[in-house]
């Protein structure tokens, strides 16, 4: 198991990103925007210049947070789009190493829900077949999308893919923001998880705007979460993604850069006490 975060949080610049997480004592990183674009849409002489500064570093991307399928790209969106995304993307990955890119399942158009769910299959095969022939995985969040809207949706989605090359990142702080319950979202879809997402929430009511906390102060089970996946014997990352000072995808910038970075970093370490208490507990 290791220890990762979405370092856009702690700032745009990969510098800031790399040094936060040293500071963490992490060799890992996740990435999703670095300067002003996402990873996988940087231009080449950029991202030479990122492998150049993660390899110096010796750190490693556990997975690139894309915009494939994402919150910003309803199933109305030109498929093109995002074809064109993940071929950019494979050669990049495996240029790193990185085995796993995070993908949603597209917000609805507003068309009747079978119709939107039989092209949210049409569209993520074709994905799975491209990430399979270039070796790679896609990690569904239960987020944004047809497959985020219940644990039975995502296990339908699975089925109905039916590709080793699509697999789960569960983020346990999504399910109480959109006012679901966490564990039994989990619960119910664990065995396919291999990538982890940590972030915490208040469960929102209905009308409610989204109240992110630190770890373990909201309703996201974290802790729980956590302690099952540990007894299970889990291997993947856990990845932080704090959304307190900074909401990027959501166009929400922190205060400070200083700010952004202090609040990263504190929130990592809360992430790895807990980490300490649950296998002290074990012991």
């Not at 090359?165 to 966490?182: H, I, M, R, S, Y």
């Not at 993604?241 to 929130?267: C, M, N, Q, R, W």
């Amino acid at each position: 198991m290791f220890f990762t975060g979405i370092a856009d949080e702690a700032g745009k610049s990969l510098d800031v990103q790399i040094r936060a997480h040293k500071e963490l004592g992490w060799d890992h990183i996740e990435l999703r925007v670095v300067g002003n674009a996402n990873i996988t849409s940087i231009p080449d002489e950029e991202f030479e210049q990122v492998v150049d500064k993660l390899t110096e570093v010796g750190m490693k991307v556990s997975c690139f947070s894309s915009e494939l399928c994402n919150w910003a790209r309803p199933i109305n969106t030109d498929f093109a789009v995002d074809v064109a995304e993940l071929n950019r993307a494979i050669p990049r990955m495996k240029r790193l190493g990185t085995p796993y890119i995070r993908i949603m399942s597209y917000p609805n158009d507003g068309r009747p829900e079978e119709d939107w769910k039989q092209e949210v299959f049409r569209r993520i095969k074709e994905l799975a077949r491209m990430a399979e022939d270039g070796g790679v995985t896609l990690v569904h969040e239960n987020c944004s999308g047809w497959g985020g809207l219940s644990p039975e949706n995502t296990l339908e989605l699975l089925e109905k893919v039916g590709s080793p090359a699509l697999k789960l990142v569960f983020d346990t702080g999504n399910p109480p923001a959109e006012g679901q319950d966490g564990w039994d979202f989990y619960s119910k879809v664990k065995e396919h998880i291999v990538y982890v997402h940590i972030k915490d929430a208040l469960l929102r009511k209905s009308g409610e705007e989204a109240v992110f906390t630190f770890p373990g102060e909201g309703d996201g089970y974290v802790r729980q979460i956590v302690q099952d996946l540990l007894k299970s014997g889990y291997q993947g990352g856990m990845s932080i993604e704090p959304h307190l000072s900074a909401i990027i995808h959501l166009g929400k910038e922190a205060s400070s850069e200083a700010k952004a970075f202090d609040t990263y970093v504190e929130y990592g370490r809360r992430f790895m006490r807990i980490i300490e208490q649950l296998q002290n507990a074990e012991r």
